[in-house]
Protein backbone atom coordinates (compact mmCIF):
# COMPACT_ATOMS: atom_id res chain seq x y z
CA UNK A 1 0.00 0.00 0.00
CA UNK A 2 1.74 3.63 -0.90
CA UNK A 3 1.86 5.79 2.20
CA UNK A 4 0.54 9.32 1.64
CA UNK A 5 2.72 11.36 4.36
CA UNK A 6 1.11 15.04 5.12
CA UNK A 7 4.24 17.83 5.07
CA UNK A 8 3.49 20.36 7.94
CA UNK A 9 6.64 23.02 6.19
CA UNK A 10 7.64 25.47 8.77
CA UNK A 11 10.06 27.40 7.41
CA UNK A 12 11.81 27.63 3.76
CA UNK A 13 15.84 27.05 3.15
CA UNK A 14 17.40 30.14 2.83
CA UNK A 15 17.32 31.93 -0.30
CA UNK A 16 21.09 31.94 -0.31
CA UNK A 17 21.56 28.13 0.04
CA UNK A 18 17.99 26.87 -1.90
CA UNK A 19 19.85 27.15 -5.52
CA UNK A 20 22.64 24.53 -4.36
CA UNK A 21 20.55 22.52 -1.99
CA UNK A 22 17.02 22.45 -2.79
CA UNK A 23 14.23 23.23 -0.18
CA UNK A 24 12.79 21.19 2.69
CA UNK A 25 10.27 19.09 1.01
CA UNK A 26 12.11 18.19 -1.56
CA UNK A 27 15.06 16.73 1.20
CA UNK A 28 12.31 15.10 3.03
CA UNK A 29 10.95 13.04 -0.36
CA UNK A 30 14.47 12.20 -1.37
CA UNK A 31 15.40 11.18 2.66
CA UNK A 32 12.23 8.80 2.93
CA UNK A 33 11.93 7.95 -0.62
CA UNK A 34 15.42 6.52 -0.19
CA UNK A 35 14.32 3.91 1.79
CA UNK A 36 10.72 3.58 0.36
CA UNK A 37 10.43 4.79 -3.45
CA UNK A 38 6.50 3.96 -3.21
CA UNK A 39 5.31 6.94 -1.40
CA UNK A 40 3.24 9.92 -1.82
CA UNK A 41 3.94 13.47 -0.22
CA UNK A 42 1.37 16.59 0.36
CA UNK A 43 2.60 19.85 1.36
CA UNK A 44 0.90 22.26 3.51
CA UNK A 45 3.23 25.29 3.60
CA UNK A 46 1.85 26.24 7.37
CA UNK A 47 4.82 28.65 7.57
CA UNK A 48 2.32 30.60 5.51
CA UNK A 49 -0.93 30.14 7.27
CA UNK A 50 -1.72 27.11 5.23
CA UNK A 51 -2.91 24.84 8.00
CA UNK A 52 -4.61 21.62 7.19
CA UNK A 53 -8.43 21.10 7.67
CA UNK A 54 -8.41 17.52 7.74
CA UNK A 55 -6.82 15.08 10.03
CA UNK A 56 -7.65 12.56 7.54
CA UNK A 57 -6.45 14.03 4.32
CA UNK A 58 -3.18 11.69 4.56
CA UNK A 59 -1.91 8.32 6.30
CA UNK A 60 0.55 10.13 8.47
CA UNK A 61 1.65 13.39 9.09
CA UNK A 62 5.41 15.26 9.40
CA UNK A 63 6.34 18.35 10.56
CA UNK A 64 9.48 20.27 9.73
CA UNK A 65 12.18 21.81 11.34
CA UNK A 66 12.01 25.94 11.26
CA UNK A 67 14.30 28.94 11.91
CA UNK A 68 11.28 29.97 14.54
CA UNK A 69 10.33 29.23 17.81
CA UNK A 70 7.66 27.54 19.08
CA UNK A 71 7.74 30.01 21.77
CA UNK A 72 7.66 33.17 19.59
CA UNK A 73 3.78 33.68 19.63
CA UNK A 74 3.38 33.69 16.03
CA UNK A 75 -0.55 33.09 15.01
CA UNK A 76 0.27 30.52 12.40
CA UNK A 77 2.37 28.17 15.22
CA UNK A 78 -0.83 28.82 17.44
CA UNK A 79 -2.41 27.39 14.47
CA UNK A 80 -0.54 24.58 14.03
CA UNK A 81 -0.05 23.28 17.25
CA UNK A 82 -4.06 23.56 17.64
CA UNK A 83 -4.07 21.11 14.53
CA UNK A 84 -1.14 18.98 15.86
CA UNK A 85 -4.19 18.32 19.27
CA UNK A 86 -6.46 16.99 16.62
CA UNK A 87 -4.09 14.65 15.46
CA UNK A 88 -3.54 13.15 18.79
CA UNK A 89 -7.28 13.28 19.57
CA UNK A 90 -7.84 11.10 16.14
CA UNK A 91 -5.24 8.72 16.66
CA UNK A 92 -3.28 10.04 13.78
CA UNK A 93 0.68 9.13 13.33
CA UNK A 94 2.81 12.55 13.25
CA UNK A 95 6.48 12.63 13.60
CA UNK A 96 7.85 15.86 14.32
CA UNK A 97 11.49 16.74 13.26
CA UNK A 98 13.41 19.44 15.46
CA UNK A 99 10.86 22.75 15.98
CA UNK A 100 7.99 19.93 14.90
CA UNK A 101 9.32 17.68 17.98
CA UNK A 102 9.12 20.90 20.11
CA UNK A 103 5.85 21.66 18.81
CA UNK A 104 4.47 18.32 20.06
CA UNK A 105 5.65 18.74 23.32
CA UNK A 106 4.24 22.09 23.95
CA UNK A 107 0.79 21.52 22.45
CA UNK A 108 0.60 18.50 24.28
CA UNK A 109 1.42 20.56 27.85
CA UNK A 110 4.97 20.21 27.72
CA UNK A 111 7.55 23.02 27.52
CA UNK A 112 10.54 24.24 25.62
CA UNK A 113 13.34 26.09 26.31
CA UNK A 114 15.92 28.58 24.87
CA UNK A 115 19.11 26.23 26.28
CA UNK A 116 21.92 27.68 28.42
CA UNK A 117 24.47 24.97 27.10
CA UNK A 118 23.80 27.23 23.36
CA UNK A 119 23.87 25.96 20.04
CA UNK A 120 23.87 22.54 18.68
CA UNK A 121 25.23 22.21 15.52
CA UNK A 122 26.98 20.09 13.07
CA UNK A 123 26.70 16.30 13.94
CA UNK A 124 25.05 15.45 17.44
CA UNK A 125 25.93 12.42 19.24
CA UNK A 126 22.77 9.88 21.26
CA UNK A 127 22.33 7.12 23.53
CA UNK A 128 19.41 5.16 22.89
CA UNK A 129 17.97 4.41 26.33
CA UNK A 130 14.75 2.19 25.09
CA UNK A 131 14.23 -0.25 21.94
CA UNK A 132 11.13 0.16 20.53
CA UNK A 133 9.83 -2.04 18.53
CA UNK A 134 9.14 0.16 15.07
CA UNK A 135 12.94 0.25 16.25
CA UNK A 136 14.22 -2.02 13.50
CA UNK A 137 17.15 -2.54 12.36
CA UNK A 138 18.22 -1.42 15.92
CA UNK A 139 21.43 0.08 17.17
CA UNK A 140 22.35 1.64 19.73
CA UNK A 141 23.29 5.15 19.26
CA UNK A 142 21.47 7.92 17.00
CA UNK A 143 23.68 10.11 15.41
CA UNK A 144 22.33 13.22 13.49
CA UNK A 145 23.16 16.45 12.16
CA UNK A 146 21.10 19.42 14.83
CA UNK A 147 20.88 22.73 14.26
CA UNK A 148 18.67 24.44 17.46
CA UNK A 149 19.12 26.52 20.61
CA UNK A 150 15.81 25.49 22.06
CA UNK A 151 14.99 22.19 23.63
CA UNK A 152 11.98 20.31 24.80
CA UNK A 153 12.74 20.21 28.61
CA UNK A 154 9.63 18.79 29.93
CA UNK A 155 7.73 16.32 28.76
CA UNK A 156 3.91 15.79 27.96
CA UNK A 157 1.66 13.76 29.38
CA UNK A 158 2.31 9.88 28.07
CA UNK A 159 5.64 10.20 26.43
CA UNK A 160 9.00 8.88 27.18
CA UNK A 161 12.51 9.92 26.21
CA UNK A 162 13.84 7.15 24.21
CA UNK A 163 17.31 8.69 23.65
CA UNK A 164 19.63 11.84 24.13
CA UNK A 165 23.05 13.37 25.40
CA UNK A 166 24.35 15.10 28.07
CA UNK A 167 23.74 18.46 26.28
CA UNK A 168 20.26 17.51 24.79
CA UNK A 169 18.69 15.24 27.36
CA UNK A 170 15.22 14.92 25.59
CA UNK A 171 16.64 14.11 21.57
CA UNK A 172 14.09 11.30 21.06
CA UNK A 173 10.34 11.03 22.16
CA UNK A 174 7.85 9.51 21.92
CA UNK A 175 4.27 9.98 22.79
CA UNK A 176 1.19 7.04 23.24
CA UNK A 177 1.49 5.00 20.60
CA UNK A 178 1.25 7.36 17.34
CA UNK A 179 3.98 10.68 18.04
CA UNK A 180 7.48 10.60 17.55
CA UNK A 181 9.84 13.63 17.89
CA UNK A 182 13.62 14.17 17.42
CA UNK A 183 15.65 16.64 17.55
CA UNK A 184 18.00 15.84 14.83
CA UNK A 185 17.97 16.59 10.99
CA UNK A 186 17.86 13.53 9.42
CA UNK A 187 16.75 15.24 5.80
CA UNK A 188 19.80 17.76 6.44
CA UNK A 189 22.80 16.10 4.09
CA UNK A 190 26.82 17.45 5.32
CA UNK A 191 26.55 20.10 2.93
CA UNK A 192 24.14 22.10 3.65
CA UNK A 193 24.81 21.83 7.07
CA UNK A 194 28.33 23.00 6.62
CA UNK A 195 26.64 25.77 4.31
CA UNK A 196 24.15 26.81 7.10
CA UNK A 197 26.36 26.50 9.71
CA UNK A 198 28.69 29.49 7.80
CA UNK A 199 25.61 31.42 6.96
CA UNK A 200 24.69 31.42 10.80
CA UNK A 201 28.77 32.09 12.13
CA UNK A 202 28.01 35.47 13.73
CA UNK A 203 24.55 33.83 15.37
CA UNK A 204 26.31 30.93 16.95
CA UNK A 205 29.73 31.85 17.17
CA UNK A 206 32.99 30.91 15.89
CA UNK A 207 33.91 27.98 18.66
CA UNK A 208 30.95 26.42 18.40
CA UNK A 209 30.86 26.32 14.62
CA UNK A 210 34.28 25.56 14.36
CA UNK A 211 33.50 22.21 16.76
CA UNK A 212 30.58 21.78 14.63
CA UNK A 213 32.23 22.13 11.13
CA UNK A 214 34.64 19.27 12.44
CA UNK A 215 31.73 17.03 13.56
CA UNK A 216 30.67 16.36 10.36
CA UNK A 217 33.27 14.13 9.65
CA UNK A 218 31.52 11.76 12.15
CA UNK A 219 29.24 8.55 10.39
CA UNK A 220 25.57 9.82 10.93
CA UNK A 221 22.75 7.60 10.69
CA UNK A 222 20.02 9.10 8.47
CA UNK A 223 18.60 6.12 6.11
CA UNK A 224 18.37 4.85 9.67
CA UNK A 225 16.32 7.31 11.23
CA UNK A 226 14.51 7.57 7.55
CA UNK A 227 13.52 3.87 7.87
CA UNK A 228 12.42 4.32 11.87
CA UNK A 229 10.24 7.15 10.72
CA UNK A 230 8.21 5.23 8.25
CA UNK A 231 7.80 1.90 10.38
CA UNK A 232 6.63 4.16 13.03
CA UNK A 233 4.11 5.71 10.91
CA UNK A 234 2.84 2.58 9.31
CA UNK A 235 2.74 0.59 13.04
CA UNK A 236 1.00 3.52 13.58
CA UNK A 237 -1.37 3.08 10.86
CA UNK A 238 -2.03 -0.86 11.59
CA UNK A 239 -2.93 0.29 15.30
CA UNK A 240 -5.43 2.61 14.33
CA UNK A 241 -7.59 0.37 11.91
CA UNK A 242 -7.13 -2.36 14.24
CA UNK A 243 -8.96 -0.40 16.30
CA UNK A 244 -11.62 0.88 14.22
Same mark, same amino acid.
Given at each position: ?6 ? %? $?? +? ?20 ? @? ?18 ? +? ?7 ? !?? @? ?12 ? +???? #? ?5 ? *???? &? !? ?5 ? /? $?????? %? ?22 ? #? ?14 ? /? ?28 ? /? ?5 ? /?????? &? ?20 ? $? ?9 ? %? ?9 ? *? ?9
Amino acid at each position: MVLRIGL %L $QC +DDVAPELRATHGNYPAMFEALL @TGVDPDLEFCVWRCLDGEIP +DEVEAVDAW !LT @TGSKFGVNDGLAWV +DDLA #AFVRELW *RAGK &P !LVGICFG /H $QLIAKA %LGGEVEQSAKGWGVGVSFNRLDER #AEWMTPWQPELNLVVS /HQDQVVRLPPESRVLGGSDFCPCYLMQVGE /HFLGVQG /HPEFAK &PYSRDLMALRRELVGEARIHEG $QASLDAPVHDA %LMARWILNFMR *RGMARRGAAA
